[in-house]
């Protein structure tokens, strides 16, 4: 291997360094296109380093924009999903995987389809099992047998949760069946028709799960998301927001737009990390 200089040993050590004690690091874009395409970056950039990333993947109207950027990554750039393999966080108890509201649907249309992953590949809990704790059992084991995931793509609900991970769940909860709590049903409804055809429970990745994940990354936009997102980063740690434990996480980056960063009291320091430091040295 070539000698490196002592300013690229330099910078070697920030990068190792800011991996092992950043925690969270919170980068604000102007507009949720940007943040988007910021995250979308994020992993395409781990995915090119190794090939056989383990993805973990998020669902909601939030995410169809990554996944829009990832596809043209895909046919524009080459970006290779052949031998990657991917987990989604949840899946709605009772529905197959034919029904357009289902988390197995939503991906299928918004990447599985348009990239050229394999469809052994791809993992999602799955809502119709004849045994769901057994089904919960399999698919922790799956996610242990692929050696771990090394990204996991997350969004934020309202009551801020990530999965479906509703108030309460318990900091190292692995992968079960969670009741929806009502602002999550009131959330999801649009996509259902309303709020009666929601399903009222989910096979969820446990905060115990997600928080394994060598690296996460979380994308929010839009000023509904303020109020979560401050409390979510800068706010105690509780299993009420179930998204507070990334603070215990080494390597989290949380991508919000403006709207959804108005609330944090920190802007200024985040905003002289991402100008500064080395490790988004080519994001900016
Ligand atoms: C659902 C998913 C979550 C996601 C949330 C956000 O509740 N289970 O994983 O983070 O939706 O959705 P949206 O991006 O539509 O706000």
Redesign the pocket.
């Known amino acids: 291997m070539a000698e490196r200089t002592g300013a690229e040993l330099f910078f070697v050590r920030i990068r190792f360094r800011s991996w092992l004690y950043s925690g969270v690091e919170v980068i604000i874009q102007p507009d949720k296109e940007t943040a988007a395409r910021l995250v979308a970056r994020i992993l395409a950039s781990d995915l090119r380093a190794k090939p056989q990333l383990v993805l973990g993947l998020?669902?909601?109207?939030?995410?169809?924009s990554v996944y829009q950027n990832l596809v043209r990554m895909h046919r524009e750039e080459g970006l290779d999903f052949s031998h990657c393999q991917t987990f989604n966080?949840?899946e709605y108890v009772g529905l197959t995987a034919a029904d357009p509201s289902s988390?197995h649907h939503y991906m299928h249309h918004h990447l599985f389809r348009a990239v050229n992953v394999a469809a052994g590949n791809t993992h999602l809990p799955e809502g119709t099992a004849a045994n769901l704790d057994e089904e919960c059992r399999r698919y922790e084991a799956l996610v242990r047998q692929a050696g771990g995931i090394d990204l996991q793509l997350?969004?934020?609900?309202?009551a801020g949760?990530?999965?479906?991970n509703e108030p309460l769940s318990a900091l190292r909860s692995r992968t079960r069946v969670k009741a929806?709590a009502p602002a999550?049903i009131q959330?999801?409804a649009p996509?259902f028709g309303g709020e009666a055809k929601v399903p009222r429970r989910?096979i969820?990745m446990g905060v115990g799960t997600i928080i394994e994940a060598r690296r996460c990354v979380l994308?929010?936009?839009?000023d509904?998301?303020a109020d979560v997102i401050a409390q979510a980063v800068e706010g105690p740690i509780t299993s009420m927001v179930s998204a507070t434990a990334l603070q215990l996480h080494p390597r989290c980056t949380v991508v919000v737009d403006e709207a959804a960063g108005a609330k944090l009291k920190e802007k200024e320091y985040y905003r002289w990390i991402f100008a500064n430091e080395p490790e988004w040295e080519g994001y900016r």
């Open positions: 998020a669902t909601g109207g939030t995410m169809e966080l949840d988390y997350l969004g934020i609900g309202k949760h990530i999965g479906f929806l999550t959330q999801n996509f989910a969820t994308l929010a936009t839009g509904s998301k």
